[in-house]
């Protein structure tokens, strides 16, 4: 059985995707058996064929080299782009516990290091009708999981990234390490949301992804201790 980490976000298109698929292939070309997963995704184009393509799943697997096939790495893949309960109640396939757990557990079976992207921000429900109510959260504390967050750099990360943090915090998921993505170094504004990030939840900024990098600048050491 593996170790997994959850990757959350300031909110959706913040960079979860971008900056797993960099956190997976920096696993792997320290020679990491690494392995990604996501429970539900919604916004999935059409590939003509009469199948949906996991847009998410797909770039993780091409950045990081994933030889998994692309259905074993999403469990619930929605056209619709909205948020995952909402694009469920829509086509009657709704989102289940259960097999998101034994999804994830499979995965995890099969990697040493499992990294989990999650939908949309912190607050994503992904079920909600007569019989189940299912928020993210749910799924985090159910499989028992840490988080890190990707955050944009720029305005306004002070507040999102605050408030994701001690949103997590009072659903008491752990949260270990911060991603900053879009880094401009040098940027003083960028430098000190780092600064008052780290002073007001006491969580590290662990890497600075720039626009159009291809590695992530972490030590592997580092990194390898966010997975529990
Ligand atoms: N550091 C970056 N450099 C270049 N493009 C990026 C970067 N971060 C995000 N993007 C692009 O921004 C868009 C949204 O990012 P994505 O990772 O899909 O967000 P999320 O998974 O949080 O919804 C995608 O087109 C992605 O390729
Ligand atoms: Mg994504």
Not at 16 to 25: E, F, M
Not at 151 to 172: C, K, P, Q
Not at 189 to 218: H, K, S, Y
Request: negative net charge; proline residues 4%; glycine residues 10%.
């Amino acid at each position: 059985m593996g170790k997994a980490l959850f990757v959350t976000g300031t909110g959706t298109d913040v960079g979860k995707t971008y900056v797993t698929g960099l956190l997976v292939k920096r696993l792997k070309d320290a020679g990491l058996d690494a392995g990604y997963y996501k429970a539900a995704l919604s916004g999935a184009e059409p590939d003509g064929k009469g199948h949906l393509i996991p847009g998410d799943a797909a770039w993780v697997k091409q950045v990081a080299g994933l030889s998994d096939p692309l259905e074993d790495l999403v469990t619930y893949v929605y056209r619709e782009a909205v948020s995952p309960h909402l694009a469920a109640r829509h086509t009657g396939v709704p989102v289940e516990m259960e097999r998101i757990r034994t999804d994830f557990n499979r995965a995890k079976e099969h990697h040493a290091y499992l990294t989990m992207e999650g939908s949309g921000g912190i607050l994503c429900p992904l079920c909600w009708d007569d019989r189940q109510e299912l928020l993210l959260e749910n799924v985090i504390q159910g499989l028992d999981l840490g988080c890190v967050i990707v955050a944009d750099a720029g305005l306004g990360t002070i507040n999102s990234t605050v408030l994701t943090v001690e949103y997590l915090r009072s659903r008491t998921i752990p949260v270990r390490g911060i991603f900053f993505n879009h880094w401009i170094p040098g940027d003083s504004m960028q430098e000190d949301n780092r600064a008052m990030v780290e002073r007001l939840t006491g969580v590290p900024v662990l890497a600075f992804i720039q626009q159009g990098d291809t590695e992530m600048d972490i030590k592997i050491e580092e990194l390898i201790k966010l997975y529990r």
